[in-house]
């Protein structure tokens, strides 16, 4: 079981990107998904979920910006980043919502800069 994050790179302020997620060894669609962001120095923080009903959350920081998808047929959650800031520069990771979660992937890089 392994989970796979890509999409990520390097974005001028208000760009856009399309992160994937891909999980290997389970069904995607059985999990209450997230995913989050760490910076440098920082803890991981939760930017947005997915659970298996199909609802989502967004944190306050990326509501009309951001939205979480799912593609059961190809095991993938996606982020959807529109209207980028600087701040959002992080590496990006997905995981379950809730313990036991998953081992970690590698993340991938966003950096938002002109």
């Known amino acids: 079981v392994h989970l796979v994050e890509s999409g990520g790179g390097l974005v001028q302020p208000g760009g856009s990107l399309r992160l994937s997620c891909s999980l290997s060894g389970r069904m995607i669609s059985g999990y209450a998904m997230g995913w989050y962001r760490q910076t440098p120095g920082n803890q991981r923080e939760l930017v947005s979920s997915?659970?298996?009903?199909?609802?989502?959350d967004l944190a306050d920081s990326v509501k009309g910006r951001f939205a979480i998808s799912r593609d059961s047929a190809k095991n993938t959650v996606y982020l959807e980043m529109n209207n980028l800031k600087p701040e959002d520069t992080a590496v990006y990771y997905c995981?379950?919502?809730?313990?036991?979660?998953?081992?970690w992937g590698r993340g991938t890089q966003v950096t938002v800069s002109s």
């Open positions: 995981n379950r919502l809730n313990t036991p979660q998953l081992p």
């Open positions: 997915i659970r298996p009903s199909g609802s989502t």
